[in-house]
């Protein structure tokens, strides 16, 4: 039979009658409905007639409770938990299309599954200068990498709490990517991917690439949420926004507060706040942290991430920069779907890059 | 409320010149605003010349006045007015007079003893960034020499006193970060060294940025730990390498003085020579020993 025909909206929500026990209702609230002689979800209907304030007086719960429970038997019945889920296939073909945000160095690209990725939270941490401040500019000039070339064709927002960026230095990774992607359109054989690239080339240069990198600078702590407060409707204002840089979280967090537990508690409402606006926005988010030495009982002292325990879960992917034998080591320690795996990279006057085989004739 | 925004493309700082061409060079034109400059050496390796130095020709590069915080001994006033003297600065002011006047335009403040001291100072020069003794000049250079001595208390230690002085140091750090970006001034700041005690035995991964460097014959790293390290923005880094036989170190020619550059978010590694003499800080002369020069320190 066609279900749809003959329903009434009204009485719709009892027809598949759910037990009492499978409503997400408090424990003294479920007993009191139990004792009352309520077993499922019909039951409301035939003797409480839908009504908060007979089932109030049938099972002594307050008017308020009432409500409550009636709310919960309406939407207990109709999976409303699962509403806007989706399929796993349907997840991994959207993870497929999406493009990703590139770091200039091949290797430490692979290990990150194609570069960073939008809809989640990458975080690198590392010493100073090990070039966290590289990383994040080097993304934010990718990120207007044009779509002919594989790339997001978008936009960049800067937030910068350190100090650190230096418009000069953008310019000159900028330079570095027009030029490459001139030399990349040059060296294309097919003749009409050539075209389009040379389409997506033209009025696309150092300076432009500049003006799509929103800067916000934040002297405090205080700043740095209102700004995120307000970024979902910036980045509303500025659809072609696609990445989010925050340089870096740990700086303020780190020495602002005397109150630990207070700490946590706003840093978790950021987190919460960049994975919304990750999500919902769809744009890559990319945060930096500290380290910190932390003492061993046995050996030597570690490095570790700055911010504690609690806010290594605040990100998808976790990226430790550090070095190794004079060369610098990208570590991705955490992700959801990659290995943990190591990456060499260097940093050039272009930008990230990866480490060159050194040819015999240059020792 | 909208934050306050800008495109890249618009973000430009102003560069105050040091007019020692290997040292401009390695700087990519000198000290920035908007930024925090680290400069940090044991005694006696020209940091507080360097700073003198900046002090006065930052007045023509960024058109304005200095404020020189000094919290050890006494403010290096009779190192700035001999150099004014000099027919360098002369030159580089056009004028006898001018030169002069310029040390009027370096406001020398002296901070109490210990880190509260030094904070309250920093907080105390907002007013004088506000409203400028001489309307014509604003404040667009900070000089805080040195940063290490009000933290270096006899009495602390342990790990409240570490986290203490960590809480001050950054407060400290976001007040002249702050000054720095409202202001548009460029702030100089500069560190002792200690000794590396153990070298290799340093923890993994931090780099050669910390391994130290080689300064009178030892290995120095600077001073106030990795907490300090992670605020300022560009650091550099002075060593001196004193001529074998002390008795050869005759005025300059027989010390070797050089700066680093260890990081900095703009600047690739580098290490130039330099020398000192009572005109401040200038390139080294060519070398006629060029074929011995010893191999350059690690970095």
Known sequence: MDPSSHRNPETEWFQDSHALVSLPLAPSVRSKLQIAGFR?????????????????????????????????????????????????????????????????????????????????????????????TQMCTQVCVSASTPEAFGGTDGEAVYVDTEGSFMAERAMDVASALVEHLRRMEACESDSERRTEMKAALEGYTAEKILSGIHLFRCHEVTELLAVLETLGEFIAEHPRVRLVVIDSVAFHFRQDFQDMALRTTILSKMTNRLMSIATSRDVAVVTVNQVTVKPQQDGPARLVPALG???????????????????????????????????????????IRDVRRRRPRDE | MRPPNATAASATCSIARTRCDAIDAALRGGVRTRQITEVCGESGTGKTHLCAQLALFAQLDLGGSTVYVHTEGRAPTDVMRRMTTTRRFVEAFGGDARARGALERVYAVKSLGDADGLRETLEGVSAVLRSPIDVRAPVRLIVVDSATAPFRDADGGGATYAARRAGTLHKMTMLLKEYASVHDLAVVVTNHVVDVVQAGECVGGLGRAFMGLDTSGRRAQPALGLMWANCVNTRLFLTRHDARGRGAVVACGGVRRRLHVVYAPHLREATVDFVLSDDGVRDAPARDDAAGVEPIPNL
């Open chain 1, 309 to 351: 325990e609690s806010y290594a879960h605040a990100c998808t992917t976790r990226v430790i920069l550090s070095w190794e034998n004079d060369e610098r080591v990208a570590f991705v320690t955490k992700s959801p779907r990659l290995p943990q795996a190591k990456a060499k990279y260097t940093i050039t006057a272009g930008g």
């Open chain 1, 40 to 132: 499922s979800t019909r039951d409301f209907i035939r003797i409480a007639k839908n009504s908060a304030s007979v089932l109030a007086r049938e099972s002594g719960l307050t008017l308020e409770e009432a409500n409550d429970a009636l709310k919960a038997a309406r939407h207990g019945g109709e999976g409303a938990a699962l509403k806007g889920a989706r399929s796993a296939a349907e997840v991994l073909e959207d993870e497929r299309r999406r493009p990703r945000t590139v770091t200039c160095c091949e290797a430490l690209d692979d290990v990150l599954g194609g570069g960073i990725g939008s809809g989640e939270i990458t975080e690198f941490c590392g010493c100073p200068g090990v070039g966290k």
